[in-house]
């Protein structure tokens, strides 16, 4: 079956800190990937989608960036962290079907 | 306007009661349609897909209406698990990549 990991669960970061984030599925292949954001009383906001290796789209202009150096591999990272980057960020995969699923997020607190 | 718009309550009801959301749409060319549950600092979880045909899957029934673009989820015999946000999720088809909007949440506490 298919599974996806995301780490870390929590973090806490001081302004100007760089950002690493990592998702990783297991069980399928050429899976299309996503990171989201969730603030705090908002929905979801799509950050990047990768429908393959090296190939990512951005949804939004902003202080993040995202890779995906493997097939079942995805990378949330930033340079410098804003205040403004606190959320929740959820990593999610899809096969062709559309049926989303998520990690189990990462709560991000920019102090 | 918001492509996916949900009241998000709170709404408080009894053990036992039933309760209808609503979730509106606004790109009349979405094609796939969910809703997903989220508890409080977890990721969402998918709760059923919403059919053309209205589906049921125990308590929960979901419904779609494309005239009037909107889906709705109603839940009966509300129990204490219930507890949670409700999330809409439409997803339409761009290019080679589909497109998936969630709304906001509607919450939801079911209270003994």
């Known amino acids: 079956s298919q599974t996806i990991h995301q780490w870390p669960a929590t973090l806490v970061q001081p302004v100007g800190s760089p950002l690493s984030l990592e998702c990783t599925v297991e069980g399928t292949s050429n899976p299309n990937l996503y990171w989201y954001r969730q603030a705090a009383g908002r929905g979801l906001q799509l950050l990047f989608y990768s429908v393959g290796i090296g190939q990512i789209s951005s949804e939004v202009p902003q202080n993040l960036s995202a890779s995906r150096p493997q097939d079942r591999q995805f990378i949330l990272s930033s340079k410098k962290l804003l205040l403004s980057d606190s959320g929740f960020y959820l990593c999610a995969w899809s096969p062709q079907d559309s049926r989303y699923t998520f990690g189990s997020g990462t709560r991000l607190t920019v102090v | 306007r918001k492509e996916v718009e949900q009241d998000p309550g709170p709404f408080n009801v009894p053990e036992g009661a039933t309760v209808a959301f609503n979730c509106t749409y606004s790109?009349?060319?979405?094609?796939?349609f969910f809703w997903y549950r989220q508890d409080c600092r977890k990721e969402p979880k998918l709760l059923m897909s919403?059919?053309?045909s209205g589906n049921e899957d125990g308590r929960f029934t979901a419904q779609l209406n494309r005239a009037s673009q909107y889906i709705s989820l109603l839940i009966r015999d509300s129990k204490l698990s219930d507890s949670a946000t409700y999330l809409c999720?439409?997803?339409?088809?761009?290019?080679?990549?589909?497109?998936?909007?969630f709304g906001a949440g509607t919450r939801l506490t079911v209270k003994p």
């Open positions: 999720v439409v997803i339409f088809v761009l290019c080679n990549n589909n497109d998936m909007r």
């Open positions: 790109n009349s060319a979405s094609q796939s």
């Open positions: 919403v059919y053309s």
